[in-house]
């Protein structure tokens, strides 16, 4: 997935980033309202214990609605099945443990991840959930850093950045949770904790503080890929949501990046995906396309039984990093299906493989953007 350190003359970026500034200068981008709301990123749920330290200091926490704020060094939290949870050492027949860093500017580390800003740990029935709270612009650096390669163009960067801020504004104005706006993984947008600093990738939140897409009045839900493999579609053919407008576009620049992919599945494992049980004879498999190619269904007959399911349904069932996109032919063997495509992922929104192509031919994020998203508004809010 990882490609090597692009090797920009330092001249030529120079060049660029006097150009984008100018250019968001001249866009307008002067505000920074919204930049510092908060976000609340799900981290973990049903982990039955959890170790916090600070990486600086000492660490702060409140049991549910105490007024005792009480310190320490080491912070560890069990879950009990007979219920309430263990806080160092203690039984408490409590839920919520909020934990903050004692002193300023200092960051909560939990097991690899660094964290900026507060957690919450809540006891549910099967575990325990983990939340960080933190401003948005530290999340964006957070989830940049999990989504894309630090390697890679600075203007690949900032394109992810405005996309990721938009996809993250629209999960807070549509939590759909009442104690998380948007899921750190790859249900949402994967997150790597934002207490570690990259340079670079400071820097694209940076020079993009504010930066949205907008649907209208509202900031976009800004889908994004690792790999469209030709074409984008639009967020309609994928998941008939008619609120996203995202449309399809011609993407030539990520097949530059070997996209080609194959998948061996088992027959009866095939037959198990499409909820029959295996039995032996003649097997066949059909498929719906739309105009960029993708399947959009895909059916199954075994033994005069037939059955359709939508492709997100099957990735959904053998794996979205397995069969990795709707673009892909089969064949069928005695004892297993080969499935061979190209692409990786749904394919709506910014490529980030294509979007790094164009970056290293010398666009900045805005024309990525205006490619990815066409139509779209771009704009500080
Ligand atoms: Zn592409």
Redesign the pocket.
């Known amino acids: 997935m990882r490609i090597q350190n692009p090797s920009l003359d330092l001249c030529i970026r120079s060049v660029f980033l006097i150009f984008n500034l100018n250019a968001l200068c001249w866009a307008g981008f002067e505000g920074k309202s919204n930049a510092n709301i908060p976000i609340r990123v799900l981290l973990e749920r049903r982990v039955k214990h959890v170790d916090i330290r600070p990486t600086t200091g000492a660490v702060r926490f409140q049991i549910d609605n105490a007024e005792a704020r009480e310190l320490t060094l080491n912070l560890n939290i069990h879950w009990l099945e007979s219920g309430g949870i263990r806080v160092n050492g203690r039984r408490l027949d409590a839920s919520t443990v909020r934990v903050h860093p004692a002193i300023e500017g200092g960051h909560l580390q939990m097991a690899a991840q660094v964290h900026v800003g507060d957690l919450t740990i809540r006891r549910e029935s099967n575990g325990l959930s983990i939340v960080n709270q933190l401003p948005l612009e530290s999340y964006l650096v957070g989830t940049l850093a999990a989504e894309m390669n630090q390697f890679w163009d600075l203007e690949a960067l900032k394109a992810q950045a405005v996309a990721s801020r938009s996809f993250a504004r629209d999960a807070i104005r549509h939590a759909r949770h009442p104690d998380f706006d948007i899921e750190g993984s790859t249900n949402d947008q994967a997150f790597a904790g934002a207490g570690v600093v990259n340079e670079k990738i400071e820097r694209a939140v940076r020079e993009t503080v504010g930066v949205l897409l907008w649907e209208g009045t509202r900031p976009l839900k800004a889908f994004f890929h690792s ?4 074409t ?1 579609q639009s967020a309609r053919e994928v998941w008939q949501d008619s609120s996203a407008k995202t449309q399809s576009v011609a ?1 030539p ?3 530059k990046n070997p996209a080609r992919w194959k998948m061996i599945v088992q027959r009866d494992q095939l037959i198990r995906a499409f909820g029959f049980e295996p039995a032996p004879g003649a097997l066949a498999l059909s498929a719906s396309r739309n105009p960029s190619g993708r399947v959009t269904k895909i059916m199954l007959l075994s033994e005069g039984l037939e059955r359709n399911l939508s492709i997100n349904e099957l990735r959904s069932r053998l794996g979205f990093t397995r069969l990795r996109s709707a673009i892909f032919d089969w064949q069928l063997t005695r004892d297993f299906a080969i499935f061979e495509g190209r ?1 990786f992922g749904h394919g709506v929104g910014l ?1 980030q ?2 979007a790094q192509y164009l970056a290293k031919m010398g666009k900045d994020f805005l024309g990525i953007l205006r490619h990815y998203y066409p139509g779209v508004r771009i704009a500080s809010g």
């Open positions: 790999r469209c493999g030709g984008t993407c620049y990520c097949r692409g490529c493989w294509g």
